[in-house]
């Protein structure tokens, strides 16, 4: 009986570290009634309803898979599941609250990653979520290299990598000095603090296993976001709806901040004319 367990849950490890592949719905159903709380193994099983395009069955196994994460303290884990659901179908905002309520509830290992997402605001919340950008990579493949410019933040959703540091050469030694760190899940690497300063890795990262990262960048262009910018003065008001289209960072007054081009959508030659007044007001006001 104890051997029949071993072995099973073996198997489950297998599958979730990707070396073991089952591409049968109603086999990969049979497992999940042996582990039927195990998070990993629901959102593999949510990867390969994707695959089948049966998406809504999908979505219901990455929820399941979030909220057996938050049950059991993996508050990333959770995040991701939720990203990949979302992926499938956008949420409202009253949803998306309601995932931030059952995250910002769940219990936590005191982390700094765990602590840093959960004095999050939604709003901070949200943003952070939106940036996110997941990578998977393959055991022995370079992460970051000693020298390259900084740009991510990376955070370890499942592997193991080791970072490797040179310290400087101090008088005694002829030789530089090495110190390995060793990162696994829910750790995270790259210094990107401060954002206005351009950094210069320090350490050579490399994959010991498989793993999943996510990585969150310092500066990224906006595509394709929906805005509405309004504004009120004693005159008049006005709102209108536009499409960020491109975006570039820019230096005004010594200072970095984002230019946008932003396309606007149905727009009446009345309504342009009052854009062209909105704009001196704008102008007026910086």
Not at 39 to 59: I, S, Y
Not at 129 to 151: D, F, L, S, W, Y
Not at 239 to 259: L, M, P, R, Y
Request: proline share 3%; hydrophobic share 40%; glycine share 4%.
């Amino acid at each position: 009986m104890r051997s029949n367990i071993n072995q099973h849950i073996s198997i489950a490890k297998h599958i979730v570290d990707g070396s073991i592949t089952i591409d049968s719905i109603e086999e990969f159903k049979s497992i999940l009634r042996i582990f039927p709380n195990d998070p990993a193994l629901h959102r593999v099983f949510a990867d390969l309803l994707v695959r089948k395009k049966n998406f809504e069955t999908a979505m219901s196994s990455y929820s399941k898979a979030a909220t057996l994460n938050i049950e059991s303290g993996m508050m990333l884990q959770a995040i991701i599941c939720k990203i990949l659901e979302w992926r499938l179908k956008k949420p409202n905002r009253q949803k998306a609250e309601r995932f931030y309520r059952a995250l910002s509830g769940g219990r936590y290992h005191q982390t700094p990653l765990n602590v840093f997402f959960s004095g999050l605001t939604f709003e901070e919340f949200s943003g952070l979520v939106n940036q996110m950008t997941r990578v998977r990579v393959a055991v022995g493949k370079t992460v970051q290299k000693m020298g390259e410019q900084e740009k991510d933040l990376y955070l370890i959703v499942s592997g193991t990598l080791k970072a490797t540091t040179i310290l400087p050469l101090d008088k005694m030694q002829d030789e530089p000095q090495k110190t390995t760190v060793y990162l696994t899940e829910n750790d995270f690497f790259g210094n990107i603090y401060p954002f206005e300063t351009e950094k210069i890795c320090q350490a050579f990262v490399e994959t010991i296993t498989n793993a999943e990262l996510v990585k969150t960048a310092m500066y990224q262009d906006i595509k394709n976001a929906r805005i509405r910018i309004s504004m009120e003065s004693d005159a008049m008001t006005v709102s209108v709806v536009g499409k960020i289209v491109w975006s570039k960072e820019v230096a005004v007054e010594a200072e970095k901040t984002v230019a946008l081009g932003i396309q606007y959508m149905n727009m009446t030659p009345k309504l342009s004319g009052l854009l062209v007044v909105f704009a001196d007001i704008l102008h007026a006001a910086g």
